[in-house]
């Protein structure tokens, strides 16, 4: 027997000397690299695919921000009541004295990333392969029946109802051309890999769960903002290894969702700079006014609630006060601010018994709040929103829900008070009124809002451009709001962009405007 | 019977066992309210147009019966389906997912092998020692250590005492091997690149150690056990009382009848493997099916779920098979 | 084995019941944020500042509750139609063992994370999801027993007496089965504990903020590359110590029965 044990472990070294030797006589020589590529880390993936006019996802929007030139763009400071310069424009639109057509001039000289020219014959035809496509994003342009070619670079839409919001959706870059030519050639499967625009990156590859990798498009009409680096988005599975890796230098930059438990460790990190993104990202617990016999039906218990919420509480324990409290009840950064939500501020457990006392529930109330696992925050908020309305006698109970039932059934209206996330679509305020302020919105029918008050200033909203008249609509419409009680705002969640010091041209910016054509990287030693 | 037939008859018998947990889980998981697609949109993107366009578009608004019989007739063509979620085909998402979880499960199980054997038969050559003492005890409180939180505990230890152990992933985002299978250690060695091979082995550690000592523990306490039982049996007696050694005794007769029922239940333990997987995988962000599957359950995307748990069905009937023939090949008696 | 089984649960218990008569929190929050060990926190605070300690210490009432209800579940199922199958044999057998055998392909976490993720959390939905992997095992052995014993003489001579089916079931065969099942039985506690853990580590147990050993270390594993390794080494010790628990009065118990068993082989 010692024998055969002594042969098989003689045996088994000499393997592994041999595997050894082999490896070291052939390991490949290094080559060196060309153009720097600059690695960045998310965990937002891509799906279905890349194509602007099927996708709706944050980390896509911005990837197509970068390939894809929409008309309008926003700056990086949204405050106040920013600009939107032109971009793929070359110019404001002309609005018609109805307000149902928008002449729109185009920039000359443009060409898509495979060589063909774009124009105003491009422009419509990516508009018109926007509502074929019936896709998910199409409904951003709802307000546009056709698109009319007026000149080579003039274009006009033809609106349903006057929108002043229009400008805002043609930030987006749903909104950008997209090269006919490529269409065609590709077919709609490998264009949705690597689609082709007017924008300073250009896609070069797309590896399903893995990365996407983009170069700088050196033909692009902006030669000021042609980019220096090759950039690979490279998407992670979960935040904590992402932030392992930026640690250790694997990545240059951890770009999105770096969840907040990680922020302590990656500020105090000499290596790695940092820039707080504003994402327009609110969360806020919603009131449901359409379930019978439930005790939020009274105005009086949801004033009640409000009371009872101690934001800056929920700032400090949670997010150790890096989401600050929310007193925006439009939930649209930057437009037409209105702290409204002041009125319920501070907290007042006293006044909350009382108020529920008035309404008839001296021994308090029994509600059920939902919510679901990716709310910034979970469950620890809700835990802690628990303990508050218990101060108040309301007795909340939680109840958590994977992500796909949750959003079926938070859909369809069915939950009494659920936790949730709200942002604008683009950047203006009717795209979060339209929603959640109007009868006719699709928040609003959820939760039984019917006000005609607000119906008629959200009308008058979208119908006139003027700024002054339009910030006094919308304040309006977020002292009603905060009077109806029914989005109780929580905190402004915020993104903080970490980046390893040898990475420049950082800069903030706004939700899914992200200029990563500024980015560059000098070699590490 | 012929040992042809045997093996024919047990292959068989494992379609209608599938057939039954599809079914099963089917009907589970379209009992309760919540679909993929509105996880998809989210609370807020999309009009209901686009919703019920999506639904169309994956069937899921036929009836439950239809949708049952069109997924089990595709079964057969081998097609598992599309995942939503992951905009690609089932089949492709487990190819790409599974290789990785046949790394760790073949290394922690390369590993717990001969430890928890070597071990249990130690311990059952010195039975009411001293040493057997501390075999069974070592090996029970490991057994009673949730596998998820010997992982956790060694992620805290490395992180605490500094060692420059990665505590997650498969592999360094910078020094991976081009991916040919998938499991890159092989990869690694295929391209010839030894960093990628350190940067894979050093990622293994961990997980493995974890995985691997609970199958381990399981594995001596059966071992122990096998050969407690068959030194009892009559023909050890006799063999002793021909006058043989306890060392000969013990190797020549002993080992081998031990030997056998330990092996086909280390076989037997791979569905506890893939369970002890998937939460390994979950702990080390290791990129495997048992992560797809979290994932998918996540998301309520039915054709993933679904296709997750075929796959570990047959992984287990495969051990399962194995096992059995192997036996029936070694011992005529069992084949009835 | 079995003694030191039994105190250790039984202290297990004493603890719990001391946290509850003392008057700890588990649910208060704290400004003390995730904070290491101290006086007066002995096991430290959670992410949001809630006690460690009375939470590890409330989680003893969760965690054997759900296991509890978790093995009467799939033991009563599991024996009755085990019982049924073996006594009934022919095709109902062969249908309830194809059924069950394709049941025992699956390893039980992954029946229940299946089932858990689709009703939902909640005490005995999470008893339920576990228990559900857990069913052929009592069917085989309940099965196998039936299988046994129907063939003794005594069970003709009952029947001959015009004893109905569930007489026969119950009062003449299945006490053959109690002693097995019952050593199973506090085996799977131990397993029932650890899979009640492991669900809520994956997110999918009780509903928060319900103080569960799993769910916390579950919590607590975001922070632990922050250096906070309070959060998930000491739920997860109880879990440890509990499960030994069960596991050496189940082998205790084991022991015993074989012991008795033999005794009565020899008898007879």
């Given at each position: 027997?010692?024998?055969t044990?002594t042969?098989v472990?003689?045996?088994?070294?000499l393997?592994?000397?041999?595997?050894s030797?082999?490896f070291?006589?052939?390991?490949?020589?290094p080559s060196p690299?060309v153009?720097?590529?600059l690695?960045?880390g998310?965990?937002l993936?891509v799906?279905p695919?890349l194509?602007?006019?099927q996708?709706?996802?944050?980390?896509?929007?911005?990837?197509?921000?970068?390939?894809?030139d929409?008309?309008?763009?926003v700056?990086?400071?949204?405050?106040?009541?920013?600009?939107l310069?032109?971009?793929?424009?070359a110019?404001?639109p002309?609005?018609s004295?109805d307000?149902?057509?928008w002449t729109?001039?185009?920039?000359q000289?443009?060409?898509?990333?495979?060589?063909?020219?774009?124009?105003?014959?491009t422009v419509?035809?990516?508009f018109?392969?926007?509502?074929n496509l019936k896709s998910y994003?199409?409904?951003?342009?709802?307000s546009?029946?056709?698109?009319d070619v007026v000149?080579?670079?003039?274009?006009?839409m033809n609106?349903?109802?006057?929108?002043a919001a229009?400008?805002g959706?043609?930030?987006?870059?749903v909104?950008?051309p997209v090269?006919p030519?490529a269409?065609q050639?590709?077919g709609?499967?490998?264009?949705g890999k690597?689609p082709v625009?007017?924008?300073?990156f250009?896609?070069?590859?797309?590896?399903p769960?893995?990365h996407v990798?983009?170069a700088p498009?050196t033909?692009?009409w902006?030669q000021?903002r042609v980019?220096?680096v090759?950039?690979?988005y490279k998407?992670f599975?979960d935040?904590?290894?992402?932030?392992?890796?930026?640690?250790?230098?694997e990545i240059d930059?951890?770009?999105d969702?770096?969840?907040?438990?990680?922020?302590p460790s990656l500020l105090s990190?000499?290596?790695i700079?940092?820039?707080?993104?504003?994402?327009?990202?609110?969360?806020?617990l919603?009131?449901?006014m359409?379930i019978?016999?439930?005790?939020?039906?009274d105005l009086?218990?949801r004033?009640?609630?409000?009371y009872?919420?101690d934001?800056?509480?929920i700032?400090?324990k949670?997010?150790?006060?890096?989401?600050?409290?929310?007193n925006?009840t439009?939930f649209?950064?930057?437009?037409y601010p209105?702290?409204?939500w002041?009125q319920y501020?501070?907290?007042n457990?006293?006044?909350a018994k009382?108020l529920?006392?008035?309404?008839g529930y001296?021994?308090?109330?029994?509600?059920?709040?939902?919510f679901?696992?990716?709310i910034?925050?979970s469950?620890?908020?809700?835990?802690l929103i628990?303990?508050?309305?218990?101060?108040a006698g309301?007795?909340?109970?939680?109840q958590?829900q994977?992500?796909?039932t949750?959003?079926?059934r938070?859909?369809?209206?069915?939950?009494?008070?659920?936790?949730g996330q709200?942002?604008?679509d683009?950047l203006?305020a009717?795209?979060t009124a339209?929603?959640?302020?109007a009868s006719?919105?699709s928040?609003?029918?959820?939760?039984?809002?019917?006000?005609?008050?607000?119906?008629?200033?959200?009308r008058?909203g979208?119908a006139?451009?003027d700024?002054a008249?339009?910030?006094k609509i919308y304040g309006d419409?977020?002292?009603?709001?905060?009077a109806l009680c029914?989005y109780?705002p929580?905190v402004?969640?915020?993104?903080?962009?970490?980046?390893r010091?040898?990475?420049?041209?950082?800069?903030?910016?706004y939700f899914?405007?992200?200029?990563?054509w500024?980015l560059d990287?000098?070699?590490?030693t | 019977?012929?040992?042809?037939?045997y093996?024919?008859?047990?292959?068989?018998?494992?379609?209608?066992?599938?057939?039954?947990?599809?079914t099963?889980?089917?009907?589970?998981?379209?009992?309760i309210?919540g679909?993929?697609?509105?996880?998809l949109f989210?609370g807020?993107g999309?009009?209901?147009e686009q919703i019920a366009?999506l639904r169309?578009?994956?069937?899921?608004?036929?009836?439950?019966y239809?949708?049952?019989i069109?997924y089990m007739a595709?079964?057969?063509?081998?097609?598992?389906?599309?995942s939503?979620v992951r905009?690609?085909?089932?089949?492709?998402e487990l190819?790409?997912?599974?290789?990785?979880?046949l790394?760790?499960?073949?290394?922690a199980?390369?590993?717990?092998?001969p430890?928890g054997?070597?071990?249990g038969?130690?311990a059952a050559?010195?039975?009411g020692?001293k040493?057997d003492?501390?075999i069974?005890?070592?090996?029970l409180v490991r057994?009673?250590?949730?596998?998820?939180?010997?992982g956790?505990?060694l992620?805290?230890l490395?992180v605490q005492t500094?060692?420059?152990?990665?505590?997650?992933?498969?592999t360094?985002?910078m020094?991976?091997a081009?991916?040919v299978t998938?499991?890159?250690v092989?990869?690694?060695?295929?391209s010839?690149?030894?960093?990628a091979?350190?940067d894979?082995?050093?990622?293994?550690?961990l997980?493995?150690?974890t995985?691997g000592?609970?199958?381990?523990?399981?594995?001596?306490?059966?071992s122990r056990?096998n050969?407690v039982?068959?030194?009892?049996e009559?023909y050890i007696?006799?063999?002793s009382?021909k006058?043989?050694s306890?060392d000969r005794?013990?190797?020549?007769?002993?080992?081998?009848?031990?030997?056998i029922?330990?092996?086909t239940?280390t076989?037997l333990?791979?569905?506890i493997?893939?369970q002890g997987a998937?939460?390994t995988e979950?702990?080390?962000?290791?990129p495997?099916?048992?992560r797809?599957l979290?994932f998918a359950?996540?998301y309520r995307?039915?054709?993933l779920?679904q296709g997750?748990v075929?796959?570990?069905a047959?992984l287990v009937?495969?051990a399962?098979?194995?096992?059995?023939?192997?036996y029936?090949?070694?011992?005529?008696r069992?084949?009835? | 084995m079995?003694i030191?089984?039994?105190?250790?649960?039984?202290?297990?218990l004493?603890?719990?019941?001391?946290?509850n008569l003392?008057?700890l929190?588990?649910l208060?929050?704290?400004?003390?944020?995730?904070?290491?060990p101290?006086?007066?926190?002995?096991m430290g605070t959670d992410?949001?500042?809630?006690d460690?300690f009375?939470?590890?210490c409330?989680?003893?009432?969760f965690?054997l509750?759900?296991?509890?209800?978790s093995?009467?579940i799939?033991?009563g199922?599991?024996?009755?139609?085990g019982a049924v199958s073996?006594?009934?044999g022919g095709k109902?057998d062969r249908?309830?063992?194809?059924?069950?055998?394709?049941l025992y392909?699956l390893?039980?976490?992954?029946i229940?994370?299946?089932?858990?993720?689709?009703i939902?959390p909640?005490v005995?939905?999470?008893?339920?999801?576990i228990?559900i992997?857990?069913?052929p095992q009592?069917?085989?052995?309940v099965?196998g027993?039936?299988?046994?014993?129907k063939e003794?003489p005594f069970?003709?001579?009952?029947?001959?007496?015009?004893a109905?089916?569930?007489n026969?079931?119950?009062?003449?065969?299945?006490p053959y089965?109690?002693?097995s099942i019952?050593?199973l039985?506090?085996?799977?506690?131990?397993?029932?504990?650890?899979?009640?853990a492991g669900?809520?580590f994956l997110?999918l147990g009780l509903p928060?903020?319900?103080?569960?050993w799993?769910?916390?270390?579950?919590?607590g594993?975001d922070?632990?590359t922050?250096?906070?390794?309070?959060?998930?080494?000491?739920p997860?010790?109880?879990?440890?110590?509990?499960v030994?628990?069960?596991?050496l009065?189940?082998e205790?118990?084991?022991?015993?029965f074989k012991m008795s068993t033999t005794?009565?082989?020899?008898m007879?």
């Open positions: 027997m010692k024998k044990y042969i472990a003689a045996v088994v070294i393997v592994i000397l041999a595997i030797v082999y070291y006589s052939n390991a490949p020589k690299k153009v720097q590529t690695v960045l998310t965990t993936d799906t695919n194509d602007p006019g996708n709706y996802l944050t980390g896509v929007l911005n990837l197509n921000n970068v390939v894809f929409p008309l309008y763009e700056p990086p400071n949204i405050y106040p009541n920013a600009y310069a032109p971009r793929l424009a110019g404001d002309t609005v004295a307000g149902l057509h729109i001039p185009l920039r000289g443009v060409k898509f990333q495979d060589g063909t020219p774009c124009n105003a014959t419509k035809y990516s018109d392969r926007l509502s994003s199409a409904w951003l342009l709802e546009v029946a056709s698109v000149d080579t670079y003039t274009v006009r609106l349903k109802f006057p929108n229009l400008k959706a043609l930030t987006m870059p909104a950008g090269s030519s269409v050639r590709m709609l499967d490998a264009f690597t625009g007017t924008g300073p250009k896609y070069v590859e797309w590896v769960g893995d990798t983009l498009y033909g692009y902006n000021s980019p220096k090759n950039l690979v998407i599975a935040s904590a290894t992402m932030k392992l890796a930026i640690q250790k230098g930059s951890a770009w969702n770096i969840r907040y438990s990680d922020y990190d000499p290596n700079k940092h820039v707080v993104v504003t994402e327009g990202y609110y969360e806020l919603t009131l449901n359409g019978p016999n439930s005790p939020l039906r009086r218990v004033q009640a609630i409000a009872s919420i934001q800056n509480e700032s400090q949670v997010f150790q006060g890096i989401y600050s409290p929310a925006d439009l649209v950064s930057g437009q209105k702290p409204s002041l501020k501070p907290t457990v006293a006044k009382q529920l006392t008035d309404a001296p021994n308090g109330i029994d509600i059920t709040i939902w679901t696992g990716v910034a925050g469950p620890d908020v809700e835990a628990q303990e508050q309305l218990g101060r309301i007795r909340a109970k939680l958590s994977d992500t796909g949750f959003y079926a938070f859909r369809g209206g069915q939950f009494e008070s659920a936790v709200m942002s604008a683009y203006d009717d795209s339209s929603f959640i302020a006719t919105g928040y609003s029918k959820r939760v039984r809002l019917n006000d005609t008050m607000l119906d008629s200033l959200v008058q979208v006139t451009t700024p008249q339009r910030a419409i977020q002292d009603r709001l905060a029914v109780v929580i402004n969640i915020l993104d903080l962009w970490f980046y010091t040898n990475v420049s041209g950082v800069q903030s910016y899914q405007y992200s200029p990563w500024t990287k000098s070699p590490t | 019977m012929r040992l042809r037939t093996i024919i008859s047990r292959i068989l018998l494992t379609i209608p066992m599938i057939f039954i947990l599809v099963v889980v089917f009907i589970i998981m379209r009992i309210p679909d993929p697609v509105a996880a989210g807020k999309g009009s209901e366009l169309h578009q994956l069937g899921l608004d036929k009836p439950v239809v949708q049952y069109e595709s079964l057969a063509r081998g097609d598992f389906g599309y939503m905009q690609d085909s089932v089949v492709t190819a790409t997912y599974l290789p990785a979880t790394e760790l499960t073949f290394c199980a390369l590993l717990a092998i430890i054997v070597y071990c038969v130690l050559r010195h039975a020692g040493l003492a501390s069974r005890i070592g090996a057994w009673c250590i949730p596998v998820f939180w010997f956790l505990a992620q805290i490395v500094g060692v420059a152990l990665p505590i997650s992933g498969q360094s985002q020094e991976e081009t991916r998938g499991m890159y092989v990869d690694a060695i295929l010839r690149d030894p960093r091979l350190g894979a082995l050093l990622h293994l550690i997980p493995v150690l995985l000592t609970t199958m381990a523990a399981s594995l001596t306490k059966i056990t050969v039982d068959v030194l009892g009559e007696k006799v063999a009382l006058g043989c306890e005794v013990f190797q020549k007769h002993a080992l081998p009848n031990a030997l029922p330990i092996l239940y076989g333990q791979v569905a493997l893939l998937v939460l979950s702990v080390f962000s290791w495997g099916v048992g797809l979290l359950v996540g995307d039915f054709n779920i997750c075929v796959l570990f047959l009937s495969a399962n098979l194995i096992v059995d023939i192997s029936a090949i070694v011992d005529p069992v084949r009835f | 079995l030191s089984g039994i105190v250790i649960i039984a202290s297990v004493m603890l719990d019941l001391c946290a003392v008057g929190d588990p208060k929050t704290s400004f003390d944020v995730q904070s290491p101290s006086l007066g926190h002995i992410q949001i500042g809630r460690v009375s939470r590890v409330f989680g003893t009432t965690s509750l759900v296991a509890f209800s093995v009467i799939s033991l199922t599991g024996s009755i139609v073996g006594f009934f109902i249908l309830l063992s194809l059924v069950l055998d394709a392909a390893p039980a976490l992954i229940a994370i299946l089932i858990s993720a689709m939902g909640g005995i939905n999470t008893g339920l999801a228990a992997g857990y069913i009592y069917f085989r052995i099965r027993i039936m299988l046994s014993v003794r069970i003709e001579s009952a029947r001959a007496l015009g109905g089916y569930g026969l079931i119950f009062k003449h065969m299945l089965a109690v002693t019952l050593a039985a506090t085996l799977n506690m131990g397993a029932a504990i650890v899979d009640v669900l809520g997110g928060p903020p319900t103080p569960e799993g769910t916390d270390l579950g919590y594993r922070f632990i922050a250096g906070a390794w309070w959060s998930s080494t000491f997860g010790l109880m879990i440890v110590i509990t030994l628990g069960f596991t009065a189940g205790g118990l084991d022991e015993i005794r009565k082989r020899e007879i």
